[in-house]
């Protein structure tokens, strides 16, 4: 692979050997493919997304009911922002136009965990049927959150919260105007997003050349693992393509499958910025209901994972 022989000419040049080298080449590769793979995804994304603004979204997600209705939220949500925070705007124009409660948890869960372009790189850390495994898991811990808090009626703890469309009629986008759009907002993502990529790579490299795999394998390779790695994950805060870099070398190093994809879940999914954002609108007895039960089922996944795998 062209970025994979980059990498490997970049570290010649230099003369670099050992650990050194083997950091260098991972932060090196693990960049350009990352970054290579966002724009292209990102920006076939954006265009699709501008033939459904977030008004559509809301209108076309209102009256849908039970399974059709969740099911569809957790699709919305695979292809909507690529983090938790810039979510929550769709999620709170969801509310404001009275969609039933569980569809928008649902799709505020499920938005985080998994987006289109982590799952193009994700293949490459873990393999395609793990990918696939993770991207059902996600999808199912967030339609039972939505139901579960649901039926359990903490509808009551959302505030009012008003989010109209400006009324005015908007004539059909050109295809050159779409792509405009695309392009903008395809933009605007990426330069928000490689910030995290690039720690998250730097993170991932040090782990790779640095890091004795037997420190992995003593305290992280048990159950107890994944209870840490959910604890150690709550309250970080980047994107999910920020820490799959973090898993692949920590998987890399003996860690558990389980483990490193809770610790992935947690960290995109639950995160004290999103939880700050999601005061406009939820009682804190919502937002701690709401953390319990992702966490929960993150913590089973990882757990479940770990035994059968």
Not at 21 to 37: M, P, Q, W
Not at 201 to 217: K, Q
Not at 258 to 278: E, H, K, N, R
């Amino acid at each position: 692979m062209v970025f994979k022989k980059f990498a490997t000419y970049v570290v010649d040049a230099i003369g670099l050997t050992g650990a050194p080298r083997a950091a260098a080449h991972f932060f090196v590769y693990d960049t350009l493919k990352i970054l290579a793979i966002l724009t292209a995804v990102i920006f076939a994304v954006t265009y699709l997304r501008t033939y459904f603004p977030p008004e559509k979204i809301r209108d076309y997600l209102d009256g849908k009911t039970a399974f059709t209705g969740y099911a569809l939220a957790a699709l919305l949500g695979i292809v909507s922002p690529f983090c938790s925070c810039s979510t929550i705007p769709i999620f709170l124009g969801m509310v404001g136009a009275g969609i039933p409660f569980g569809i928008t948890i649902t799709f505020l869960a499920v938005s985080p965990m998994i987006n289109e372009a982590a799952l193009v790189v994700l293949p490459g850390v873990v393999g395609l049927e793990l990918t696939a495994l993770y991207a059902i898991s996600g999808i199912t811990i967030g339609m039972t959150s939505g139901y579960t808090l649901n039926r359990l009626g903490f509808d009551r703890y959302v505030d009012d919260f008003e989010f109209g469309d400006s009324g005015v009629d908007i004539d059909e986008p050109t295809r050159r105007e779409r792509l405009e759009e695309a392009y903008v907002e395809a933009k605007e993502i990426i330069l928000e997003i490689i910030p995290y990529v690039i720690v998250g790579v730097g993170v991932g490299a040090l782990i790779h050349g640095y890091l004795p795999e037997r420190l992995v394998e003593t305290y992280l390779s048990g159950q107890w693992g994944v209870f840490g790695a959910v604890a150690v994950g709550v309250p970080m805060y980047t994107d999910i393509l920020g820490v799959i870099p973090v898993v692949e070398s920590l998987i890399g190093k003996g860690l558990p499958i389980g483990t490193g994809l809770a610790f992935m879940m947690s960290v995109a999914a639950l995160s004290l910025p999103q939880f700050m954002i999601l005061k406009k609108v939820m009682q804190k007895e919502l937002i701690a209901a709401y953390a319990g039960t992702l966490a929960t089922g993150i913590l089973l996944i990882g757990l479940l994972f770990n035994v059968v795998l």
